[in-house]
């Protein structure tokens, strides 16, 4: 059983009104407000008309052009009774990239709202542990110390040089050796180019 368009929206209707929505290759898409998303998903999760059990991802684009709303955070629903999916979309401005936690309703909110505040920087507002998730805490511009986000638009394609300092690898000669004696041992077929020479 599928929920239809119509389904959905009546029950977000009581927490948004009227709600803008538009459907790319038959997946719904529902616009609602930064106020709003917190009532949204619970009225989606706890509705048993609509029952989206899980958050499937949190992610943010950003629209660099954009004056207005530079960036879009984008909530993935799924119902597992349903067998239906959903997006969540509210537009956040570069001036002001606070968002509110939805770690109360979904427990894997966590580790998706980090990995969004990492890469994208949008800070989600009583999230329990908001902290870097691939990046160091210090991760900065080396010259103005602000901070850097790899996934923004306007984050240079190779990186900045100096931002992310590499640790010493000092096992790196023994695993060059170890890597030797092994290709000794077990030579590589001339045909597979999966070997390098390196």
């Not at 407000?33 to 999760?45: A, H, K, Q, Y």
């Not at 349903?82 to 002001?96: G, T």
């Amino acid at each position: 059983m599928s929920l239809s368009k119509e389904t959905i929206l009546d029950v977000l209707r009581p927490v948004v009104g009227e709600a803008q929505t538009y459907e790319h290759h038959n997946q719904l898409s529902v616009i609602v407000g930064r106020s709003e998303i917190v009532d949204v998903l619970r009225e989606l999760r706890d509705n048993p008309l609509t029952k989206f059990e899980q958050l499937v991802d949190i992610t943010a684009i950003d629209w660099l052009k954009n004056k207005q709303d530079r960036f879009e955070v984008v909530y993935f629903l799924y119902s597992i009774s349903n067998k239906a999916r959903v997006r969540i979309k509210i537009a956040v401005p570069e001036k002001d990239v606070h968002v509110p936690t939805v770690t109360d309703i979904y427990e894997s909110a966590n580790w998706y709202e980090r990995e969004t505040y990492d890469m994208y920087g949008i800070r989600f507002d009583g999230h329990p542990d908001l902290r870097r998730f691939y990046m160091p805490e210090d991760y900065v511009d080396p010259e103005t110390k602000e901070p850097l986000y790899p996934l923004r638009k306007d984050y240079p394609l190779m990186g900045i040089p100096g931002a992310a300092i590499m640790p010493d690898f000092p096992e790196k000669e023994d695993w060059k050796r170890k890597k030797e004696a092994y290709l000794k041992e077990f030579p590589a077929n001339p045909l597979d180019t999966s070997y390098s020479k390196n």
